[in-house]
């Protein structure tokens, strides 16, 4: 059993959010889970580490990064008063390289 052990996984579902071997990858998504989106496991979307939603952005002052909720409803440390240091995940890890 892989479960959510990235050492040994080969592919990362979203729908699922869980990494799989591939053993265990091939026996789940059959039928119904054939249609999921599966990508290789090092290519896993970032995460908002408060919400555990799909990240948007990232804060350049708090370091952290931030999904939807996060940015909407101001939650978090970003919320207050960093909006200038809030930037496309794609620009920031550009500018961190």
């Not at 409803?73 to 496309?88: F, L, Q, R, T």
Request: charged letters at 25%.
């Amino acid at each position: 059993d892989c479960g959510d052990d990235p050492r040994v996984a080969a592919v990362f579902c979203t729908n699922c959010e869980s990494f799989y071997c591939v053993e265990c990858d091939a026996a789940t998504h059959v039928r119904a889970r054939k249609g999921h989106n599966r990508v290789p496991a090092d290519k896993r979307p970032a995460v908002c580490p408060i919400h555990n939603e799909p990240a948007k952005a990232y804060c350049t002052v708090d370091k952290r990064l931030a999904c939807a909720t996060c940015l909407s409803v101001g939650v978090g440390p970003c919320a207050v008063g960093h909006s200038s240091a809030i930037k496309p995940i794609p620009e920031a890890a550009t500018t961190a390289r």
